[in-house]
């Protein structure tokens, strides 16, 4: 075993839309930065290649041999079973084994989930399993958005379930008291929604979070809550939607700064300038890093796919943080004290 910081980290090295030359980078970025320690996942050989490239051969890095990868255009499940010396697989595996305490990847996500799952297992009480994203909001507080992209189509007892694993990642991992829950509607009012939100609304009221009632899309960056609580088709296309208005800003912004014009104007308005990119890097998904599984038996990141380094870097402390506050203990407690979540099918596979 590496030595290093405490806490152990398994990294899927091939998973992302840019290999594992942008994955070992980032991962080397962390073992040097966070003081924690890693185990990268892939073909050796290739791994090997990038840590010599880097020359981070001395850093607290092992690397575990996993010959096979599952491709973005692979169906998660029966890759899974015909994969089982997958890079994800053993990744996850290292995790049930006692010999990583958490597993960060940004490759399939869906052959991520189903391999926490099947390797694993969920917390007791969680029908399924939500990815959280941590989101900037303009109160200058980060927002919990769960879920996006986990689950299509959703139960009330099951965005009950969101709303809990929601409160405890605010509450344990961010450091907010109260954590405020909202539910996402298309209104604020009670009688505003499809039937499973305005019968998971009627399940939050008498849940042990501070729920605040519907919110609505424009009140998520606004920072009106802590949590906002969705299936995670809502939550997927709400997330999309937000990267692409941060990358639409920065190009207006690079835009207007081309040419002599530009360049004038980067002289004059060198102070402002300065603050717009600081504003623009809050609205990055590169210094969110990853967003957890919630609901597993165990810790999962799952990060995007062109994750660059600086991403990879961040998931992995994401990871480290959410290890930290044992988070599928505090799920689970939140979930026995809540008579609530005894609705029918709470605990059943889906």
């Known amino acids: 075993m590496p030595g290093g910081g405490s806490a152990v980290i398994a990294v899927d090295a091939m998973g992302g839309d840019r290999g594992p030359h942008v994955v070992v980078e980032g991962a080397v970025a962390a073992a040097r930065e966070l003081s924690v320690r890693l185990l990268l996942v892939g073909p050796a050989a290739q791994i090997q290649t990038e840590l010599q490239r880097l020359r ?19 169906h998660p499940a029966m890759a899974l079973r015909k994969k089982p010396g997958a890079s994800i697989v053993v990744a996850t595996r290292l995790v049930r084994e006692g010999r990583a305490a958490s597993v960060v990847s940004a490759g399939h996500t869906g052959a991520a989930m189903g391999a926490a799952q099947l390797v694993l297992g969920r917390v007791r009480g969680i029908d399924r399993p939500a990815i959280a994203a941590v989101l900037p909001t303009a109160a200058g507080r ?4 769960l879920d996006v992209g986990a689950n299509v189509d959703c139960r009330p007892h099951q965005l009950l379930q969101f709303a809990l694993m929601g409160h405890v990642y605010a509450r344990e991992v961010l450091g907010i008291t109260a ?6 509607s298309n209104g604020e009012e009670e009688t ?3 039937d499973a939100t305005i019968r998971a609304a009627e399940l939050l009221r008498g849940a042990p979070v501070l729920f605040v009632g519907n919110v609505e899309g424009r009140d998520v960056l606004a920072g009106s809550v802590d949590v906002a609580v969705c299936d995670g088709f809502v939550g997927n296309v709400l997330l999309k939607f937000g990267e692409g208005v941060a990358l639409v800003l920065r190009e207006i912004v690079r835009g207007e700064l081309r040419g002599w014009r530009g360049r004038l104007l980067q002289l004059y308005l060198a102070p402002a300038l300065g603050s717009a990119r600081r504003v623009l890097k809050r609205l990055d998904y590169r210094e969110y890093g990853g967003a957890p599984l919630l609901g597993i038996n165990g810790v999962c990141v799952v990060a995007h796919g062109r994750s660059s ?23 689970g407690e939140a979930v026995a004290e809540t008579t609530a979540v005894a609705s029918p099918g709470v605990g059943a596979s889906h």
Do not use: C, F, S
Not at 59 to 67: H, S, T
Not at 179 to 184: E, M, Q
């Open 56 to 74: 981070a051969t001395a850093l607290p890095i092992e690397v575990i041999d996993a010959p096979d990868v599952i491709e973005m255009h692979e």
């Open 142 to 145: 980060p927002v919990v958005l």
């Open 309 to 331: 380094a600086r991403a990879i870097r961040n998931a992995i402390r994401v990871a480290v943080d959410a290890t930290a506050h044992d988070l599928p203990a505090r799920i």
């Open 192 to 194: 505003k929604g499809n």
């Open 179 to 184: 954590p405020r829950v909202g539910l996402l």
